[in-house]
């Protein structure tokens, strides 16, 4: 990736090794949500363009040293590419805070650290992993080996582009894969420069590719390529449906984490000192543009009241401005047309007659983000949990007040949804929080917390909000295969 004399980024396509651009030099724009200019210019792959990447992934599997050489020096590799995205970590983290529109001090301190312990980590415990043995009496000794499946189309989202792709470079990599990364054609910049990465870090060529385009044309030719033999996506559910058809006809391996809309639990024992900021982060951080978002939040009706006035003064006090200042806690949504499907759930919440307590509009900025896609934290009451703004991913920062009486009906309206990515419980009962947790159908359950991630644990949804599960030995399960020896004794 270069600049050019204007200033606005030339991003190219990352394949065998070095940066290209698009067979027929085509390339789509990239601009800056906060002020709308344009800050990149893309190469936009062509099919032939998927095709010698996956092929440039297939030979370096084959014939590369990268499966072959041993898990010692492979990890190695893996930890140097960790150090060098700590070493890169303030230019990353303005490069997603430049064309995703996310506050930069929370992406340096938080984001970027936990990219490069994704690659750390399965480094690590990849290290740790042995296999089985069944021996048959003294006839026979059957153990299992688990290999690198082959070549891993990784698609990723828009909302924490370069965490999320590491997430899933960690696991394919450390088992010994090559890789074809397609970043979202909103947020291509920070992604563009993981070949680069692992190339300083003494990856072989081929084994890590980026191209960059839209899903119409780049993702589908990436999801059906004959050489391209298991999808990690995460994104939106609709769009994992295609996906899933893509593969179908070569059996493609697919491990999906989609669409959510949890339910945020706080009964009427919470301790509201915390439950209140902690809800504030999950209702807004990265602008609700976050698949975890806690954005329906079910409340004790005793403590209804007491909550919602601590809870909009918090909404109202959060500072929304330019994602570059350190003091921004909230930038804005990520696009044009992002920012147009967001506020139709204002006119959705008024067809509802859900109430409105703060927000809704546009927040007073300063000129030079007058074009920006900003929207205030937008709080609504609304006691009809079946209405759309309760049931749908807005995917922005507008958050749903539900109130109840009863545990039964908590656990009804919590899943009384499509999705079941995660959920969060607020209470001081511990009998109370197991019960809860148990019967809430989905696949992260956090009990007054959120947003805390042990690597070493299953990560995944319930219903519409995926297929399989990604963390520790689950992520190596779905990049290798396991294969039985049988050895016969006598």
């Known amino acids: 990736m270069m600049e050019v004399q204007t200033g606005v980024r030339e991003v190219d396509l990352y394949i065998n090794g070095k940066y290209v651009k698009a067979s027929n030099g085509a390339t789509f724009a990239v601009k800056n949500p906060a002020t709308q200019e344009l800050i990149a210019q893309v190469s936009a792959a062509t099919e032939a363009d998927v095709d010698k990447a996956c092929r440039a992934a297939r030979d370096a599997f084959e014939q590369g040293p990268w499966r072959t050489m041993t898990v010692a020096e492979r990890c190695a590799k893996l930890r140097r590419m960790a150090e060098i995205i700590l070493e890169r970590k303030e230019e990353i983290a303005r490069l997603d805070a430049m064309d995703v529109g996310k506050p930069y001090l929370s992406t340096v301190h938080h984001e970027v650290p936990r990219a490069a312990n994704n690659i750390k980590f399965f480094a690590d415990f990849i290290e740790k992993q042995g296999g089985e043995v069944y021996p048959m009496e003294e006839a026979y000794l059957n153990y299992t080996r688990y290999e690198p499946v082959g070549v891993a189309a990784l698609i990723t989202p828009w909302n924490v582009p370069f965490m999320l792709t590491t997430w899933k470079l960690g696991p394919c990599l450390a088992a010994g894969n090559t890789a074809v990364i397609k970043p979202a054609e909103t947020t291509p910049l920070s992604v563009s420069l993981l070949g680069e990465i692992a ?292």
């Open 199 to 490: 190339k300083e870090a003494g990856i072989p060529d081929g084994v890590v590719n980026v191209v960059h385009g839209l899903g119409s044309v780049v993702g589908t030719a990436l999801t059906t390529h004959p050489e391209v033999d298991l999808i990690s996506f995460t994104g939106s559910t609709s769009t994992g449906k295609r996906i899933m058809k893509n593969g179908a006809d070569s059996l493609k391996k697919v491990s999906f984490e989609l669409g959510g809309k949890a339910a945020n639990i706080v009964f009427e024992d919470a301790n509201l000192d915390k439950a209140i900021p902690v809800s504030i982060q999950a209702a807004f951080m990265n602008s609700g543009q976050v698949c975890l978002a806690g954005s329906r939040i079910l409340v004790q009706r005793t403590i209804f009241d007491e909550f919602l006035e601590r809870f909009k003064k918090a909404a109202m006090e959060l500072i929304v401005g330019d994602p570059q200042n350190e003091d921004t806690k909230m930038g804005p949504v990520v696009s044009e047309a992002h920012y147009n499907k967001v506020i139709s759930y204002l006119e959705v919440a008024k067809e509802e007659n859900a109430t409105l307590v703060c927000g809704g509009k546009r927040p007073q900025l300063p000129d030079y983000l007058q074009n920006g896609y900003y929207l205030e934290p937008t709080v609504y009451v609304q006691e009809n949990h079946q209405a759309r703004i309760c049931q749908e991913e807005i995917f922005g920062p507008i958050v749903t007040l539900i109130p109840f009486d009863t545990e039964e009906e908590a656990l009804k309206i919590a899943n009384d949804t499509e999705y079941g990515l995660n959920g969060v419980v607020w209470t001081e009962n511990l009998q109370r929080a197991h019960r809860i947790s148990h019967h809430v159908r989905a696949g992260t359950i956090w009990v007054n917390c959120w947003f805390v991630r042990d690597l070493r644990a299953p990560f995944g949804g319930f219903k519409k909000s995926g297929i399989g599960r990604e963390g520790g030995h689950h992520s190596l399960e779905f990049f290798t295969e396991a294969k039985n020896i049988c050895i016969a004794l006598s």
